[in-house]
């Protein structure tokens, strides 16, 4: 199995920008669809963004579009989510995921593993 750790977390202001990373250890990484969710209390997890295996298809959600870059570096065994024009409403506990199937995928219930989460939060 992939473990996954996430970091880049913090508090920012309105406007500002974060880039979060996701370190994956295991030979596998570059096989796997990988994405970015997010959570708040109360609430179930929220898609993000998801990124194919070479890195060549990404898909968003809605709610981040041309706001969020989604990237990886299979060299480094790396995913990132690049998040500018940040907003309060971004404020989230952000998880990174993977699948084995090689589809993209904005269902949390697809993902097969997790890291830890970062915090994120954004003050108005």
């Known amino acids: 199995q992939v473990q996954l750790v996430e970091s880049g977390g913090g508090l920012v202001q309105a406007g500002d920008s974060l880039r979060l990373s996701c370190a994956a250890s295991?030979?596998?990484?570059?096989?796997?669809?990988m994405g970015w969710f997010r959570q708040t209390p109360g609430k179930e997890r929220e898609f993000v963004a998801a990124?194919?295996?070479?890195?060549?298809?990404?898909v968003y959600a809605d709610s981040v579009k041309g706001r969020f870059t989604i990237s990886r570096d299979n060299t480094k065994n790396t995913v990132y989510l690049q998040m500018n024009s940040l907003k309060p409403e971004d404020t989230a506990v952000y998880y990174c995921?993977?699948?084995?199937?090689?589809?993209?995928?904005?269902?949390?219930?697809?993902?097969?593993?997790w890291g830890q989460g970062t915090q994120v939060t954004v003050s108005s």
């Open positions: 995921g993977g699948k084995l199937y090689y589809s993209l995928s904005y269902n949390s219930q697809d993902y097969d593993y």
């Open positions: 295991g030979r596998t990484f570059s096989s796997h669809t």
């Open positions: 990124i194919s295996r070479g890195g060549g298809s990404t």
